[in-house]
């Protein structure tokens, strides 16, 4: 039930997919029809982010649990040290092993209200993913994630400091890498080579499946870079249409998908806004297999 032992066993390639707490028990109920909706195609993982407080925190805490006793799927809890002394960290960390995640998503997060504000850590808290990690490592047997930039991460003065930091996080004992958002194959393959430098820890891109003109503003959020102008061409002449947008959306999706998978990249991390038709989709189109260990030739047949 390792994310890492997960991708190691499977021969084809595959895919895992990423949620959000939800707000309310509407949203709660479309949060369970999706993740049942994923169930039958295996996953390798799903993975419920974690928010800026209180309820969404819980909200986590309390979904991901679910899908640990609940469900065939491997879970993976998001944590960040917004907000949270050492003492609170070891605590969630210790109720997710106590109730079956095995995998966490070690991240400083970004200070509440503006992503871009100050960074005051808690007076009793950490600084630093890296020391999450650390963190986490120390209480038990976990596999644990970080996440990488493309781009750089937006604090970060040049790609040279921040792959110094990314590997240090790798070296405090992480063991893969979940890329932010980016527009060309080439922007993800060029952070695979970076990491390559130092480590030998899997990178796994990150993907949003473009449907909308909300999911395209924010990949642009997010990436924290400006889009490449052939992409913004294809894609933003058909924002008013809003299924000629989802159909080259998908396409843009897949064509970048095909050129990672051709690049050897193991697996593709959906985003998914808590939906699953487009997700489902893309597995269909991408031919991705179960993460279950299958001889190849029972596979095919
Ligand atoms: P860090 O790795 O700590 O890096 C933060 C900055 O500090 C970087 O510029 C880095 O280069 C620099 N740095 C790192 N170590 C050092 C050091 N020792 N000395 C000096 N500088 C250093 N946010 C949420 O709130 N909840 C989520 O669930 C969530 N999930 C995410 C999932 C993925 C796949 C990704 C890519 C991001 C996610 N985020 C989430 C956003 C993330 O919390 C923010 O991007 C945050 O700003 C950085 O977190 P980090 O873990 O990358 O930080």
Known sequence: ????????????????????????EAEETILWRSIRELEPLDPAYISITYGAGGSSRDGT?????????????????????VNHSVAELRNVIGHFAAVGVHNILALRGDPPGDPMGEWVPHPEGLTYA??????????????????????????????ETDTRYLL???????????AQLFFEAEDFLRLRDRVATGSDALVLPGIMPLTTPRTWRKTIELSGAMPPRWLADRLEPLSDDPKAFRAEGLDVITELCERLLAEGVPELHFYTFNRSKATRELVDRLGLRSARTKPVLAAQS
């Open 1 to 24: 039930r390792r994310v890492v032992d997960r991708l190691s066993s499977t021969r084809c390639p595959t895919f895992s997919v990423e949620f959000f707490p939800p707000r309310n």
């Open 61 to 81: 805490i309390q979904n991901i649990a679910r899908v640990a006793t609940d469900t065939t799927l491997v879970p993976m809890a998001h944590l960040t040290a």
């Open 130 to 159: 890296e020391e999450l990690v650390r963190l986490i490592r120390e209480l038990g047997d976990f596999c644990v994630g970080v996440s990488a930039f493309p781009y750089g991460h937006p604090r970060s003065p040049d790609l």
């Open 168 to 178: 240090r996080k790798l070296d405090a004992g992480a063991d893969f890498a979940i």
